[in-house]
């Protein structure tokens, strides 16, 4: 069984004033380094991140690339929306049978959660983890939603909304970060205070 992980950081971060993927926690690590750290844990045959160009400028500013050790795909129109950068990392994909998508403000580090919806899969196209039956992030998705955002022409869908036509496995777990979304100053002081609001 291969897996890899699509990171999607092509968003302009206007709200926070920096590329969100280099935010960092308590441990001055990074949201991004985090996230590609839990992938590689799993044992993930590619991890892709897709970047704009200022967030690739930004990183070089580091003395430790992170992205040295991932396939980098840059989104020269971030405008297109979400939705486009998945086409971008799903069409750099190589065969495999899962992928995770993670939105890298949707900063999730847990290798057991990550391991435990591979193991749910079975049947389903897709699985969501949910937390009190709210659904969060990261997805996976199987190699026949693969396949179809590999062919996919049309850019202007989100995501959720292009998987209706796909069966969903919703995943309860423990783990209530997966419902975290860093949008704002305000929300990453809620986070790095661990109180992190999912309304």
Do not use: W
Request: with cysteine; proline share 3%; aromatic share 10%.
């Amino acid at each position: 069984m291969t897996v890899a992980a699509i990171i999607l950081a092509a968003g302009k971060s206007a709200r926070i004033g920096m590329p969100k993927a280099f935010l960092k926690d308590n441990n001055n690590k990074t949201f991004v380094e985090n996230i590609i750290n839990a992938y590689r844990i799993i044992r993930c045959n590619e991890i892709i991140v897709v970047l704009n160009e200022s967030v690739l400028q930004y990183s070089f500013k580091g003395d430790n690339n992170i992205f040295n050790q991932v396939i980098v795909i840059t989104n020269h129109k971030p405008e297109l929306g979400k939705f486009y950068s998945v086409l971008l990392g799903a069409k750099a994909l190589s065969d495999v049978n899962f992928c995770f998508i993670q939105n890298v403000d949707n900063p999730v580090y847990e290798p057991s959660l990550l391991e435990q919806m591979i193991n749910a899969s079975g049947s389903s196209d897709y699985v969501v983890p949910s937390f009190n039956n709210k659904n969060g992030h990261p997805i996976l998705i199987n190699d026949k939603v693969i396949n179809e955002l590999k062919n996919e022409s049309q850019t202007g869908f989100k995501l959720n909304e292009y998987l209706k036509s796909f069966t969903q496995k919703q995943l309860s777990v423990s783990v209530r970060s997966i419902l975290y979304n860093i949008n704002t100053e305000q929300d990453y002081y809620n986070y790095l205070q661990n109180e992190v609001t999912t309304t």
